[in-house]
């Protein structure tokens, strides 16, 4: 099986966490950058990596990467790469990407000369004039950055956060990726009791039982490689058969919601069902100043931050409430939120912080861990 190369885009913060999770895999030469991971398989680690990676937004093949100031640059290393190993005669082949602090600032130009260049490539190796495209879609994405361009095309399809769980969701949900990010830093374990207080749509909740369950994340999903049929069916099947042997049913993992507002608890009840754990929690309303740790080993949150949700008087005076409520002792807390003197208000100096994006907004994982590993 040959060497392909392959990189993963993830949200800031995570790069680290995601590494891990490629080279527990089996994935090799794995590299971190700011905001992806770079790494290397045979098409057992692509569809491995589309099926259990928790943090990757997507998996993407490497096309190329070079250098390019110029259209004429950009043209001409586009067009020698080998699009026709990957794109069939029929197939569909849409161009996107961003540009960053480069020469090539145009996102429609850029677009519109890398589109040339791949169809006169295909069409020359294809001998002919005019490319239908009306197979199946392989998205083309470009990422530029200080002039250096990487062309990929995207294995994924839907982004995938899309697990194929949550079709409803609140105001302010956590994305799935982020979520899983956050339980892996907080080391959670097939032998926890997770609790989130403030479950929201449960993203939290169900990320904790396919983490600690091993239940592969994309299942429940198909990814666009699979319709492109250079990977031998019999690999996606293999992948699949594997995932589905790694789950650990017999795990002890238990996990509690709370929520002041019904319709959360409703909606996190839809959604667990949805995504097949509603045996391993159990959710209820609640307010946060009843909160006991009592039997949590990890407790992780997602408090309202004073935007979209509540204003940031009332925000504050919930970090303060989780201060009293979430005691030192034999629990674990980790609590994501943008502000600086969240520590100041909750009351204690976090054991560690580390920086996180939600989105576009600048977090941070404040961390506090139990007393017996302080
Ligand atoms: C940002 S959302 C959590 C989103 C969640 N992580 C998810 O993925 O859907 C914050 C949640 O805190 C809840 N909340 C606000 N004040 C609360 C309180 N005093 N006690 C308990 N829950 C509260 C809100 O109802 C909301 O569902």
């Given at each position: ?107 429609p130009d850029c677009q519109r ?82 609790c989130d207080p403030m479950c ?175």
């Open positions: 099986m040959s060497t392909l190369q392959m990189t993963a885009p993830c949200i800031f913060g995570l790069e680290s966490v995601l590494a891990g999770e490629l080279r527990r895999m089996g994935a090799e030469n794995v590299q971190a950058e700011n905001g992806r991971v770079f790494f290397e398989g045979g098409q057992d680690i692509l569809i491995r990596a589309n099926l259990h990676t928790r943090t990757a937004e997507r998996i993407l093949l490497v096309l190329g990467r070079f250098r390019a100031t110029s259209f004429e640059e950009l043209f001409d290393a586009a067009y020698a790469l080998p699009w026709e190993d990957y794109i069939g005669r029929q197939d569909a082949f849409p161009v996107k990407g961003w540009s960053l602090e480069s020469a090539l600032h145009s996102i000369i890398i589109k040339k260049a791949v169809a006169k490539r295909l069409g020359n190796a294809y001998r002919i004039g005019w490319l239908e495209e009306t197979g199946a879609v392989h998205q083309i994405r470009f990422a530029i950055h200080k002039n250096e361009v990487l062309l990929t095309l995207d294995t994924s399809g839907a982004g995938l956060h899309k697990r194929g769980y949550r079709q409803n969701s609140m105001e302010a949900p956590i994305k799935e990726t982020l979520a899983a990010g956050i339980l892996d830093l907080a080391h959670v374990k097939a032998e926890d009791t997770l929201g749509s449960g993203t939290f909740l169900i990320e904790g039982v396919y983490r600690a369950l091993q239940i592969a994340p994309g299942l429940r999903r198909r990814f666009s490689v699979e319709h492109w049929g250079w990977v031998p069916r019999a690999v996606v099947q293999s992948e699949r058969e594997r995932a589905l042997s790694m789950i650990r049913r017999d795990a002890p993992f238990r996990a509690y919601g709370f929520d002041l507002d019904p319709e959360a608890v409703a909606l996190t009840e839809a959604n667990l069902k949805k995504a097949g754990v509603s045996g391993r929690v159990r959710v209820q309303k609640a307010d946060i100043s009843r909160f006991s740790p009592e039997q949590m080993t990890a407790v992780v949150c997602n408090p309202p931050y004073g935007e979209r949700l509540l204003d940031l008087e009332q925000a504050q005076m919930l970090c303060r409430r989780m201060g009293e409520v979430f005691t030192a002792g034999e629990s674990r807390y980790y609590i994501i939120n943008p502000l600086e003197r969240f520590e100041e208000l909750f009351g204690r100096k976090a054991d560690k912080r580390r920086k996180l994006y939600n989105g576009t907004l600048l977090c941070y994982l404040f961390m506090y861990f139990s007393e017996k590993r302080r």
